[in-house]
């Protein structure tokens, strides 16, 4: 029996709080200035180029308000220069396509690590330089990164500049004050993390602001409408299956039990993995310096704090200082929904909830590690706890996944606009550290199923910072070469998941208007790439119907599922504490469905002799990126009307909108649902038994 509900409004007044604790990261209990103290970036620091990317974009719509004024906590990941970052990528897409000689011939960490990592002479000079300022420094065996620990104080030695205060919206944030730069020896290709702009890293997840979007359909329906059922009538749940999330902040383990028991249905259980890069030790590297240097501090996270719990009370306060996660450590909705969704639609899986935590002490004068207290709940007098965890660590989480192999499909419900968020990820021609680490994930034969994005082709909009670009922009890393980029669509359906009408494209049409505000309202994100070249199975795609053409580049999204939350699935926080269970929507929702999908077909194809002919490595029954087979299944007429429900109705132009109920002028130039592919829900929606069966070879009803 499902608990009886006690807190009923909960989800609707922890929203806020919820993303603040998301979005936070590092220092605890600093304060920042007042807003009105600055105004453009000062020339303070070098002002010269940069030998390596740092993500300087991000700050260009930046204000400066003022100094850092006492040490704060940091986390970042160096990425050394590689022995062959394009070859990784290139490789990454060879072992996904049917045909190529290289196709599912996968590799381990090591190997990824061995054949395209970085250098053992180039991580230790990287590993050197950083350690000689007291910064804890970690690795993984895949050889992409190196996880920094320290704080602000060291990293502003190492890196030649001081940090300051800068406002971005409604967000303050730490970034640098001039220049970064470190000794041109030094092999350092990018620094990630640097400048962490939350703002400009949305999860994916819609919440109604009213209740006129209803309970949401349960997990039955949603598997009824596309064909779970199907699958779990064959005994295909997923089991087996490793599934992978992820997460952009911290979930109650005891919801998803409670989701399930809401539901009258079985959920997959799910086990909370940490980041755990390795400390380098000096004794494994001769180069490095002596054995005082601080371990890296990263550990599970304190647990949520419920609303029945001492410190809930203190969390309803935004306050002006970066969150402290020992004593407010909120659920975050987007992993919720994700754990959730998955849960529920794959109950069978291995399920993996990836989240980076770290912690530590430090001297709340120098800024100096204290190595005896890492990984740590308190300090010492004296010392400050500088925490940190979730999204804007999120790349922890990834290279962990790619570290450990366990995970065969991974579910990512987040991402920002390509010409400021991605511009810190993706370099020249489509290389950089996004698209090394997603290649990697690739490489292993892991599927990665990303969220296009919920504000059409306006990704790169941000209301809080009254910011409308009229150019079109789509969603990093959705538009990465090795992932499948899900977009959103609506699902009339009646009590049993039976369609009533038409499948349509996610749009004002036919969310009704969200709650109002911009970001809340517009539908499925798609578009052409700016930065990310057109790959293989891409290249020959011509669009009608008023589209874009493509012109060489990545298109998104590749497939679509129910997005819309006029429709969308049900959803719950603190189910555990008697919150309330509702309608969500966004393509955080459409993500893991999918991802959930892909599950079964691992399942199958694991039972099916034919599936595992030709593969290598210890996962034969991997497929790798699943959008090459996509787009070979569409390719055919035939097997396309087979597998796949074409969206032919609707559109993502978006009409921008404050919050103050006027739409201002629309964003044009982009994208129209039409039969066949198109930029806002692609391929259209694959159902489960046919895809199982076009795939695996396995029959089912």
């Known amino acids: 029996m499902a608990r009886t509900p006690r807190i009923r409004t909960l989800v609707a007044t922890l929203v806020a709080a919820s993303l603040l604790a998301a979005c936070g990261g590092g220092g605890a209990g600093s304060s920042l200035p ?23 974009r991000m700050l260009q719509q930046a204000n400066y308000i003022g100094p850092l004024t006492k040490p704060v906590a940091m986390a970042m990941l160096a990425q050394p220069q590689l022995q062959n970052e394009a070859g990784l990528v290139s490789y990454a897409q060879q072992a996904s396509t049917p045909g190529n000689p290289n196709y599912r011939h996968f590799l381990t960490p090591q190997q990824v690590g061995q054949l395209y990592g970085a250098a053992p002479a180039n991580q230790a000079k990287v590993a050197t330089y950083f350690q000689q300022y007291g910064i804890g420094v970690g690795s993984w065996p895949q050889n992409l990164v190196l996880s920094l620990v320290g704080s602000s104080t060291q990293f502003s030695a190492a890196l030649g500049v001081k940090f300051g205060y800068y ?5 303050r944030f730490i970034a640098p004050i001039g220049t970064p730069h470190v000794n041109g020896s030094i092999p350092l290709a990018a620094l990630n993390a640097l400048v962490p702009i939350a703002s400009q890293v949305h999860d994916y997840i819609i919440r109604p602001s009213t209740g006129t979007f209803g309970p949401g359909l349960s997990p039955q329906q949603v598997a009824r409408v596309f064909d779970y059922s199907g699958a779990y009538n064959a005994g295909l749940t997923g089991n087996g299956i490793g599934l992978g999330i992820i997460g952009t902040g911290p979930i109650d383990p005891n919801d998803v039990p409670y989701y399930g028991a809401a539901f009258h249905t079985r959920v997959a259980t ?3 993995i940490p980041t755990s890069p390795l400390f380098i030790n000096p004794a494994t590297i001769p180069a490095l310096l002596g054995p005082g240097f601080p371990a890296t501090g990263f550990t599970l996270p304190p647990p949520v704090t419920t609303p029945l719990s001492a410190n809930f009370s203190s969390c309803q306060s935004t306050g002006s200082g970066v969150p402290n996660f020992q004593t407010c450590n909120l659920e975050d909705g987007e992993a919720q929904l994700d754990t959730e969704t998955t849960a529920s639609l794959a109950p069978g899986v ?23 207290n890492v990984g740590v709940t308190s300090c010492p007098t ?46 020249p021609g489509g290389t950089g550290l996004g698209p090394a680490e997603f290649a990697a994930l690739a490489a292993e034969g892991i599927a990665v199923f990303v969220s296009s994005g919920d504000t059409g082709n306006a990704a790169c909009a941000v209301p ?36 009533l009408g038409q499948i349509t494209a996610w749009a004002d049409q036919t969310t009704l208007g969200g709650d109002g505000s911009f970001g809340n309202n517009i539908g499925s994100g798609g578009g052409v790439s700016v930065l990310i070249p057109a790959p293989s199975w891409q290249a020959g795609l011509t669009l009608t119907g008023g589209n874009p053409q493509l012109g060489g580049f990545r298109g998104i999204p590749d497939i679509s599922m129910d997005a819309d939350p006029l429709t969308g699935q049900a959803f719950g926080q603190y189910i555990a504490e008697g919150g309330a ?33 030709g593969s290598t490595g210890p996962y034969s029954y991997r497929l790798g990126n699943p959008a090459p087979l996509f787009y070979q299944i569409a390719s055919a007429r035939a097997s396309y009307n087979s597998v796949f429900t074409d969206v032919v109705y609707g559109e993502n132009e978006a009409n921008q909108n404050g919050g103050g109920g006027v739409p201002g002028p629309p964003i044009t130039g982009c994208c129209f649902s039409t039969p066949g592919y198109d930029l806002v829900t692609g391929l ?3 159902m489960t038994g046919r895809l199982i069966t076009a795939i695996a070879k396995t029959p089912v009803n």
């Not at 290279?399 to 511009?423: H, K, W």
């Open 34 to 56: 007042p807003s009105n103290s600055g105004g453009n970036i000062p020339p303070i620091g070098s002002t010269g180029p940069s030998s390596f990317r740092w993500g300087q």
């Open 684 to 686: 259209g929606v694959p």
């Open 382 to 427: 004296g010392e400050t706890l500088g925490d940190t965890e979730g999204i804007n660590i999120a790349d922890f989480e990834i290279q962990q996944a790619i570290a450990d192999n366990r995970s065969d499909v991974l579910s990512l419900s987040y991402g920002g606009g390509e010409t400021n968020f991605g511009a810190a990820y993706v370099g």
């Open 350 to 372: 291995n399920e993996n909830f990836y989240l980076a935590y770290y912690s530590f002490c430090y001297n709340s004068a120098t800024g100096a590690i204290d190595p005896a």
């Open 270 to 272: 799910v086990s909370l």
């Open 581 to 613: 269970i509702g309608a969500v929507g966004g393509t955080s929702l459409a993500a893991p469905q999918a991802a959930a999908q892909w599950a079964l077909v691992l399942q199958a194809c694991k039972q099916s002799a034919s599936c595992g002919n």
């Open 464 to 499: 809080s910072a009254n910011l409308y670009p009229t150019t079109p922009c789509v969603s990093y890393p959705a538009t990465d070469t090795n992932v499948v980029a899900v977009g959103g669509v609506n699902v009339p359906v009646d009590g049993g998941g039976n369609l």
């Open 167 to 171: 406002q971005y919206g409604k967000e």
